[in-house]
């Protein structure tokens, strides 16, 4: 009977196939690839030699991947500035004019600290419209909404029931008369101007007229 064979002995050649280890080939996420790389380096079973190896081998997959996504990043960015580019061009042959973008009123400086836009807008407003009533500057209310300051005032100019209410009382939805809106418009263009602020107002229920101011640079 023959013996259990030759070289099948522990530090033999014979049948043993040794175990490969891992280096990430295949791996294309970067954290399984540093899983991998911490798991290699703790990894007492293997020896220093084998870890070395291993871990360099896992490093370069990781600088691979690293280099391939900057360069994917790159190429994502060359491919939409050529497509602004021609989106430009076919703009320009067809006489289409670029819109503009609007400021961020943050950025820029006002003319007016916003205090004096604001008690400058009452005196205006208060001149330069005509109401049913009398407004005093006690009518005005002034809230700061944080990015803007709202200045809200009641029965400023004169109001009408619209055609389908018309015979309605106390009516909650009146419509300021153009008269109004045409004098409201020339104290806020005239104010935005001064104050070298974007003033923009509306209507809303119970006729309450809300201007809206935009802060600046250096506003609190």
Request: hydrophobic share 25%; proline share 3%; charged share 35%.
């Amino acid at each position: 009977m023959g013996g259990r064979g030759s070289g099948g002995g522990k530090g033999g050649g014979g049948g043993g196939v040794a175990k490969k280890i891992p280096t990430g080939e295949g791996i294309t996420d970067k954290n399984e690839l540093i899983n991998l790389y911490n798991s290699i380096s703790g990894n007492s079973n293997l020896s220093v030699e084998q870890r070395v190896k291993a871990m360099h081998d896992i490093e370069e997959r990781i600088k691979e991947l690293d280099a391939k996504k900057q360069a994917d990043l790159k190429q994502k960015r060359l491919d939409a500035l050529a497509k602004a580019r021609a989106k430009r061009a076919e703009n320009k042959k067809n006489g289409i004019k670029p819109e503009k973008k609007e400021k961020d009123p943050r950025r820029s400086k006002p003319k007016m600290s916003m205090d004096s836009t604001v008690s400058d807008l009452k005196y205006n407003l208060r001149r330069g419209v005509e109401s049913d009533g009398y407004i005093s500057n006690s009518d005005f209310r002034v809230e700061d909404y944080g990015d803007s300051v709202s200045v809200q005032i009641r029965y400023l100019g004169k109001w009408k029931n619209p055609s389908h209410a018309r015979y309605e009382e106390d009516y909650d939805w009146q419509e300021l008369r153009s008269s109004s809106g045409k004098q409201i418009d020339k104290v806020i263009k005239k104010m935005a101007k001064q104050s070298g602020r974007k003033i923009t107002w509306s209507t809303s229920e119970k006729n309450w007229i809300d201007i809206d101011i935009p802060k600046m640079r250096g506003d609190k």
